[in-house]
């Protein structure tokens, strides 16, 4: 069964600090996958896509890999601002039909304290 | 300005009630998706449409029904057959042609049931 699974399911840090969110699939066959930042209320917005052969792609303070032989990513996040409090979520595409091969993980909820 | 929007915000309904959720997007996309948002959950797939007058049922499409008179437009009507119709559902477009198949989001409906 295709899934994607990501933790920690919550997560609370300090404003200034770096914290990293995990990623993991068993969706086959895989095209991308792609962060989105959730807030509160609010629809997704896409932060960064991968695909199969990149490892690494920033969008300023955010850092995403990929690992495609274990099938896992995550989302590195620097200095943290307090308006990086929301979920994250992971959306693997496994290709073909654009209507039903999307993935969504269940997100992670951050908490940016001041 | 570009973009795509969704109405109402929030939106209640009575038992045995029927209530339709707006989606409309300016961005020129042929595909257009709804999702349901449960706390804990990924997205779930309930209808999309990848041309005009055309759709395809999702994996959570009973209790649901949808249209797709217009590009830019995919109303969503929530029957009174939906049992737990109470969830954050979010509106969706892309265009199937562009590479990298980014799903651009509404700002979402809040449904609850009294």
């Known amino acids: 069964k295709n899934q994607v699974e990501q933790s920690p399911q919550s997560l609370i840090i300090l404003e200034g600090k770096n914290c990293t969110l995990q990623?993991?699939?068993?969706?086959?066959?895989?095209?991308?996958l792609r962060w989105y930042k959730q807030d509160t209320g609010r629809g997704p917005v896409s932060l960064t896509i991968?695909?199969?052969?990149?490892n690494t792609k920033s969008n300023g303070r955010y850092t995403a890999t990929l690992d495609a032989d274990t099938k896992q990513s995550s989302l590195h996040i620097t200095a943290s601002q307090l308006s990086d409090s929301a979920s994250y979520i992971c959306?693997?595409?496994?290709?073909?039909?654009?209507?039903?091969?999307?993935?969504f993980g269940p997100g992670t909820r951050l908490s940016v304290l001041p | 300005d570009g973009g795509i929007t969704q109405s109402p915000k929030y939106l209640f309904r009575k038992e045995g009630q029927n209530v339709t959720l707006s989606c409309e997007q300016n961005?020129?996309?042929?595909?257009m998706y709804w999702y349901r948002q449960d706390p804990g959950q990924g997205l779930r797939l309930i209808y999309y449409s990848q041309i005009v007058n055309d759709f395809q049922k999702g994996d959570i499409a009973e209790g649901y029904s949808v249209s797709r008179e217009k590009k830019e437009s995919f109303p969503l009507t929530v029957t009174s057959a939906q049992k737990n119709p109470t969830a954050f559902y979010l509106c969706?477009?892309?265009?199937?042609?562009?590479?990298?198949?980014?799903?651009?989001f509404g700002p979402g409906t809040r449904l609850t049931v009294l």
């Open positions: 961005l020129n996309h042929d595909a």
């Open positions: 959306v693997v595409f496994g290709g073909g039909n654009y209507g039903q091969n999307f993935v």
């Open positions: 990623c993991n699939y068993t969706v086959s066959p895989f095209s991308n």
């Open positions: 969706a477009s892309m265009d199937s042609v562009v590479s990298y198949n980014e799903q651009f």
């Open positions: 991968m695909t199969f052969s990149e």
